[in-house]
């Protein structure tokens, strides 16, 4: 005979495990790449209105020849000012809290706040960025291995049907360097973002594996794109910045740019900011806020004045 009796001390309902752990776990965020890319506009803050306008110079036509004849005038060439204007606006988001959920939690719910809110914020202008990049005339979109069209009008031509690789990069260089003049990013280099199944089609292409077996043998174990035809590479995996676009998906979104392609007007730069605290202290907010904007400064296709090449697709 069994000398106790065991029974519930909680006769129903859930039975559940009130220890919490000594660390928060945070979800990763998308990788953030093109503010590095940008130049703020010179000479424009605060107190100056909401629009800055850039001046630009256009190019002077080549002559056929310069030679002069005795007696005739020189020739004369028109020297063409326009103007690009950027309006400036308001960026921001908030998190709400309250002052209960404060004096209750284990953890400081001031920092993780803050972090993730800075985390948003990066991701948020990365994707105005993007677009401004993305919004450049000139498309390229491949068709095939080797095989590709093109467009001067800010519209895909064709529903992408292959991926990036060595040959187009080529194709993307000479088009930017001997066609349309642009100017290199960096030094010699012009700079090419792109998403991630994008450069991988260039890493899976037998030509830039044999490349760099001599120039970078350890870029391959790094998972690094390196410098292709004068071309940076750089990878991302942020979404709503770049995409994969093109039938089943096949052709990871990029850019190939030059110099002076996008630049930021800011008047006020981002910043975190607190509310302040309403219903006697028991409602409480933090917020990022902003007001900015970004834009191509050569929104054209012409030659000497085109630089940005957009890898995209119908």
Known sequence: ????????????????????????????????VFM??????????????????????????????????EAE????????????????????????????????????????????????????????????????????????IASATTATNGTAPAAATGNVNFWHLEEVYDLLYDTYHTPPAVGDDYIGIFRNRGLRGVKRDPAWEEWHKYTDPASKFNGEAGRVERIRLIGTNHANALGNIGTSNVLG????????????????????????????????????????????????ANAGEARIMHFAST
Do not use: C
Not at 97 to 120: C, G, H, M, V
């Open 1 to 32: 005979m069994a000398q106790f009796t065991w029974t519930f001390d909680a006769p129903t309902g859930t039975f559940k495990s009130h220890a919490m752990s000594k660390q928060l776990y945070l979800a990763a965020v998308e990788d953030s």
């Open 36 to 69: 590095d890319h940008v130049r703020p506009v010179q000479g424009y803050g605060k107190k100056m209105g909401e629009t800055v306008t850039l001046t630009r110079i256009r190019n002077i036509t080549e002559p056929t020849t310069g030679v002069l004849t």
């Open 73 to 144: 005038r020189i020739s004369e060439d028109p020297f063409v000012v326009n103007t690009r204007a950027i309006t400036v606006v308001e960026f921001g988001r908030a998190v709400p809290y309250t002052s209960l959920a404060e004096d209750l939690s284990w953890f400081d719910l001031d920092n993780p706040i803050q972090n993730k809110l800075r985390n948003q914020l990066r991701l948020v202008l990365d994707t105005r960025i993007a677009a401004a990049f993305t919004g450049a005339q000139l498309k390229y979109t491949p068709t095939g």
């Open 253 to 300: 979104e990029g850019v190939v740019f030059g110099e002076d392609a996008v630049v930021m007007a800011e008047v006020l730069s981002p910043e975190m900011r607190a509310a302040i605290p309403d219903d006697f202290g028991r409602n409480k907010a933090v917020a990022w806020y902003a007001i900015l904007e970004f834009a191509e400064v050569w929104n054209t």
